[in-house]
């Protein structure tokens, strides 16, 4: 089993910033790849972006590329998510993911294990 404690969430204006931290614990060594995702109210949960587990190769949605960044810190086993240039419509419940079999994956059903979710609220 793998153990996932997000932080980081808050409030913040338009064109701010904020950072989201994932840490891990348990049997990391099992994982291939972490992921973000995030669900507005009455919409389906969304790529954000993913990071190979044992690489640090990157991957992120058209929505965020070149505002958010995923990042890792090894020696913790923590993942974040900085999120920069923040829109209204980034507005939702942030999760992240841990997936222990496909390192490539979009889709929510591909990953294992989901932190409990932080809330993202950009104001305009």
């Known amino acids: 089993q793998v153990q996932l404690v997000e932080s980081g969430g808050g409030l913040v204006q338009a064109g701010g910033s904020l950072r989201l931290s994932c840490a891990a614990s348990?049997?990391?060594?099992?994982?291939?790849?972490m992921g973000w995702f995030r669900q507005a109210p009455g919409k389906e949960r969304e790529f954000v972006g993913r990071?190979?587990?044992?690489?640090?190769?990157?991957y992120y949605a058209d929505s965020v590329k070149g505002r958010f960044t995923i990042s890792r810190d090894n020696a913790k086993n923590t993942v974040y998510l900085q999120m920069n240039s923040l829109k209204p419509e980034d507005t939702a419940v942030y999760y992240c993911?841990?997936?222990?079999?496909?390192?490539?994956?979009?889709?929510?059903?591909?990953?294992?294990?989901w932190g409990q979710g932080t809330q993202v609220t950009v104001s305009s």
């Open positions: 990071i190979n587990w044992r690489y640090s190769a990157t």
């Open positions: 348990g049997r990391t060594f099992s994982l291939v790849a």
């Open positions: 993911a841990a997936a222990s079999s496909i390192s490539y994956s979009t889709t929510p059903g591909s990953y294992n294990y």
